[in-house]
């Protein structure tokens, strides 16, 4: 890279809160989403239902609880979090890095990680229940691979017509939908809670990590966030705060899903274009994974699992068929028209 590239980049990487706050463009359509699952979901809901699910479900209402809850459970004030929830082309979240406390905090959740998490849910707990429809397989094993290399990979948004394909496939299955958006508001609160928890370690540390360790303290730093995380889920399960997120005992096994999704994203990226994950701040899935699997199982989370764990083991029975067809698939040659090799290598700065 340049150095002036290197200056643009710099300058780039926002860290007003004017800048993080307002940054991205929303790719919302409520009256179209309205009219397809009316259309999808004959006799099941009526627009003025929907309209109050919207309202009842929507990030901006979780996001106000999850403070609530923070502040309850760890006597930390978030008055000065706000939430952007626009479409920046990115599948993370993150919350601005402003060590100041006075300095109002920005939480990015994209709408496309939003929308790609929850298509991504209703396509895999589709393709678990009708595993031996083969037509059916077909179907979910190409919608999640469109959501992990159009969406993931390359940021891009669903399209119209790859929504009506998946409203399709589901054909007013209503029972699919429930559980898609049930985990989804558990991951939802597991992300929110995750960012926040940042800046709340960030306010209990009393010393900065030296450049040297910065790396290890990082990894650390996220660990400790998912442990926040993960116990804010867990409690708001077991109705331990003064507002209710209505979270579904069994869902509380969706942060794993989550850890997974991305699994599945960064698998896809390797096996398609052959991308070996750089060094980066986050230790890996795995480790992340049975972390939070020991949390689940300390004694003070008291609650039935059965129904969750049974899910779970649903979950990862398509999680294994997904990563072996794709390999099989592409051995074959067979996913060769749906890669975009150019363009990938130009995203990783291998070629202009
Ligand atoms: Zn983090």
Redesign the pocket.
Known sequence: MSENKDKKVKFLVPTAYDILKNVGISLKNTERSTKMILKYFPGEFTEDLLAENTERYSIEKIFEIVKTCFFEEYGYKTQKFDLNNLYQRSINSYISNDKDEEIRKVVHIDELLESTLFSFFLAMFKWSKDFNNPEMYGDCFIHILYLMNDCCIFGEMQATDANDSLLKILSGDIQILNLAEDCYRTVLVFTIA??IG?KYLHSISKTAPKDKEQHKVLVD??YK?DEIAYNVVLNMIMKKYSVDADLETYTYLAPMMYMDFFDLFYYTDRVLYKTVLERTD?PIIKKRKGHLFAIADRDKYDFDTEEGNDLYSCFLDVYDEYRTQLLIKNEKGKLDKIKRINKRNIMKGLIK
């Open positions: 995750h960012e940042h730093e996220e966030a986050h």
